[in-house]
């Protein structure tokens, strides 16, 4: 397929703000835009979700917190 030959096929479409006739008109269209707005829907739910188990997770914020996990793995690792 030769150079000649992409922009022949190219030529084929219009986009429908230069005022051209004929060719085929080519949009985006409004499917385009649903399965945007469904995946922005998507995103959001996941997001709210994600947020509300990481609520959930109990911190220690005690400074012997981190040697106690520690002393307690190695006792379950023997």
Known sequence: ?????VLMAVGMFRDGRTGE???L????GS????????LLLVVIVLYRSMRKQ????SFDE???????RVS???RTAE
């Not at 008109?25 to 985006?28: F, I, K, L, N």
């Open 21 to 23: 006739v004929g060719g």
């Open 62 to 68: 005690s400074e012997g917190g981190e040697q106690r």
């Open 31 to 38: 499917a385009a835009f649903w399965i945007v707005a469904a």
């Open 54 to 57: 990481i609520g959930r997770i």
């Open 1 to 5: 397929m030769s150079g000649v030959d």
């Open 25 to 28: 008109s080519v949009s985006a």
């Open 72 to 74: 307690r793995s190695e």
